[in-house]
Nanobody, 116 residues
Framework: QVQLVESGGGLVQPGGSLRLSCTASGFPASNSRMSWYRQAPGKERDLVATITSTGSSTNYADSVKDRFTISRDNGKNTIYLQMNSLKSEDTAVYYC?????????WGQGTQVTVSS
């Protein structure tokens, strides 16, 4: 059974940092490209960052480039999202995602709130 479990969200002041984690179980994450998405209240779920199975390539939404870094530790079946210089507009629920055998898998989400 494939499961993705996020952690690390919370309340942070503007300009602060957080690191999100997503641990996969039920499959070897090292075989999968994985992504972070986010959804703000009343808005669609948007892609934030993607990392290839080996971690050799990453892609970011323009809104988070140079502030967020996606990485992975395949030995721990875990991906990370380091978020720096956080802004109020980064407030959202952040979701981990992967697609295997044409099936979409999502984590339960972790809330990130950026506010003073």
């Amino acid at each position: 059974q494939v499961q993705l479990v996020e952690s690390g969200g919370g309340l942070v002041q503007p300009g602060g940092s957080l690191r999100l984690s997503c641990t996969a179980s039920g499959f070897p994450a090292s075989n999968s490209r994985m992504s972070w998405y986010r959804q703000a209240p009343g808005k669609e779920r948007d892609l934030v960052a993607t990392i290839t199975s080996t971690g050799s390539s990453t892609n970011y939404a323009d809104s988070v480039k140079d502030r967020f870094t996606i990485s992975r530790d395949n030995g721990k079946n875990t991906i990370y999202l380091q978020m720096n210089s956080l802004k109020s507009e980064d407030t959202a629920v952040y979701y981990c995602y992967c697609r295997r055998w044409n099936i979409d898998y999502w984590g339960q989400g972790t809330q990130v709130t950026v506010s003073s």
